[in-house]
């Protein structure tokens, strides 16, 4: 059961924001809140090149929320349009956006077909963290976040941004250390790529550690929940969080464009901004960003979290090249972040600075052919540089402030991803093969470094299918083949470390798509997923500051192996729209992070070690969207995930570090320029629990939300969010704050402007 709301002024307070949403819904029209103007487009939507109608193509009329999807014959009808000059805008897996301009005359219906043309697997604004063919069936649950939603989720971490979306939590330690958690997994089960490519930072490696990209920097967020090891190797087991830029231009219009942002937060005296412009010529393009954050420490219902402020600065500079069958770009980055790391609230003058920096060269190319069996190709590459010290800041009242670096992470890393893609052979549809490379050698230095250095090496083959069975029935597989080499590198602490450990493996996956009918939508994929350990899993012996724990590695750790399904159902009819998600997933030599109940002596940290064995994890999520009018909308998700260690001789363990159970709703007025809405997130008490790891209360929380949109000179956009409305002190059981005797933040005030130009 939830918590309970004891808070009379709480309750009443909810109660009277239900009941104006409701008053507005009564006075407003239940199916068109705009006046009538009987202004109608329809048409069909069509492959470019072979005229053939495309089903669920998304579309939009720009800067409106108006819009609808085609149905199974590629139909699409838009009524009581605007009067007025319109942009109707396409979108669909696989092809390129269109755009196609329409005079909208009242008491006038017009006939217009939009043509899209299929595009590159990843030179376009498709979604290619499911599938390599971008063929737009889908066979896992995932979510695409882009444009004003970006914005709604503005925040100074991913963590931040994507928790409460079904599926997805944080596990935080301060303002920029929040990694995403993906139905109870996160460091290096979870995968976070930067435009398809791994990042090359260490941010999966501790829960102190950060992702080297702002927020603001990014243009597209691809989330895909549950196993995607076929197409991205070991880290992938519990899903796969894609950040995409638009640092290298892979589409553009002649002249100038571009878009700045600014940004403020109350609860810890914030302050953001970002700028982006791009210059585009007929066949090359240019454009360059720069973003900057600055923090001050939290505050929370109990008073300021000391040391968690942060400053994060990040630039960089593109181009793009369209040439005929080529294309491509390079891109190269720069980014510097400064955070800090809370002591605990029994050292107040004690705290912990992590100072990292990343430069990064990114590249893609691409080509495509019309003769030959293997029609598109694309190469994409990372090569980066990224260093890190964990610093030790003392500062007595009467004394200067001191400090001392204890740890420095030095690393060197080339991700790349080879990809070709065919033409329509036998039974199989389009489909892929492809080949990876990952390399990396990381040093550690330090007096409080407790793991050796290591170097890494993997090479990888995969390919991906898909069969038609029938016109609504799909059939999807794909096998992944790893062979990866490591080996321990020697350093002050640890002068001997020579040992090495060579490792091949295989991922694979059977996935089905039916859409028996419009509106109805059933997926589902079995897959075997693996990981190796980290250089931490394995080599750890040591006090770590940053996190707080003494870490004791496992040598004999062997690979994680899973085997899990996922099953979804989606279902849209009138206003409503449907998602319902089951996943289970099984694991072999699953390694967990548990405390040993000793303490070491000289740091006076509690120890932890590194434990192998048996795992399951399985759940659901549900979430659904009501369309009660053209202007109010309410959505409403839940999600519960259980992690259990399996005995063969003993009772079963909970897992640490799960999320509780969730229900999340949001409830929205949009009066075309204007907007408002109101969430409230009820979570329920954590009391399944791992030996040693404390029960955690359930707890409610208010925000509300406000936005106007200004359209003239470029379009933009002004939102007011206030998080935490209440002011509630609480404890998330996923965070490491908590840990420290620290509650979570409280009333927060955070306004955000966009300038698209």
Known sequence: MFLGLKNCFMFRSILFILVFFQSLLAFSNPVDSRPPTDANVFGHVVDAASGEHLPFVNLVVKGTRIGTITDAS????????????????????????????????????????????????????????????????????????????IQRRSEPSFGEMLNGQPGVAMRSMGSAPARPVIRGMDGDRILVLENGERMGDISETSADHSISLDPLAASRVEVIRGPASLLYGSSALGGVINLMTTDIPDQWDPGWSGVASLQAASMNRMGAGFARVAAGGEEHAFSARMAWRQAGDITTPEGRIAGTSMRAYDGSLGWGVDKGPWLGGLSFSLSDQAFGIPEGAENP?????????????????????????????????????????????????????????????????????????????????????????NAQQLDIKGDEAYTPGEQRLSVAAFSFEEVPLSNTLRLQFGLRLDLQHSRALSNQRFPDADLSRTSFNYSGSLGLNVRPFPGFELGAQLAR???????????????????????????????????????????????????????????????IF??????????????????????????????????????????????????RRVFDKSPNEN????????????????????????????????????PGEAVTDGYALVGLQAGYRVNGRGRQTLILRVENLFDTAYRDHLSRIEDRN????????????????
């Open 655 to 690: 897992l640490p570090f799960i999320p509780p159970l969730r229900w999340r709703n949001e409830l929205e007025y949009d009066f075309g320029r204007a907007w408002m809405g109101a969430q409230l997130m009820l979570v329920r008490q954590q009391d399944q629990v791992a």
């Open 529 to 591: 997923s693996h990981r190796n350990p980290m250089v931490e899993e394995l080599f750890a012996d040591g006090a770590h500051l940053g996190a707080g724990v003494y870490e004791q590695g496992n040598v004999a750790l062997s690979d994680e192996i899973g085997h899990g399904g996922d099953v979804f159902v989606t279902w849209e009819r009138g206003a409503w729209q449907l998602e319902l998600t089951g996943f289970v997933n099984d694991f072999a030599n699953y390694i």
């Open 594 to 643: 548990q405390p040993t109940g000793e303490v070491d002596a000289a740091s006076g940290y509690d120890i932890y070690n590194y434990a192998e064995g048996k795992a399951r994890l399985y759940g659901n999520e549900f979430q659904a969207n009501w369309q009660a009018s053209r202007a109010l909308s309410w959505q409403t998700s839940i999600d519960w995930v259980r992690g």
């Open 74 to 149: 590629g139909h699409y009808f838009l009524t009581n349009l605007p009067e007025g000059p319109l942009v109707i805008q396409a979108s669909s897996m696989g092809y390129a956006v269109a755009e196609v301009a329409v005079e909208a005359v009242a008491k006038t219906t017009q006939e217009i077909d939009i043509p899209l043309s299929a595009t590159s697997i990843t030179l376009s604004g498709v979604t290619l963290t499911a599938s390599p063919t971008a063929s737009g069936f889908r066979y896992q649950p995932d979510a695409v976040f882009m444009g004003e939603e």
């Open 742 to 757: 620290f509650v979570m933040p409280g009333r927060n005030f955070n306004l955000s402007w966009r300038w698209f130009f």
């Open 349 to 437: 003058e004690e705290e912990v600075e992590i100072r990292a920096n990343r430069m990064a060269l990114q590249g893609r190319f691409g080509r495509s052919w019309q003769d030959r069996s293997f029609d598109q190709a694309q190469l994409r590459f990372n090569l980066s540089r990224f260093e890190q010290d964990e610093v030790e800041l003392f500062k007595p009242a009467d004394a200067p402030e001191e400090e001392a670096i204890g740890l420095s992470y030095e690393q060197y890393a080339l991700s790349s991803t080879l990809t070709l893609q065919h033409k329509p052979a036998g039974v199989l549809d389009r489909g892929a093969v492809g080949f990876s490379w």
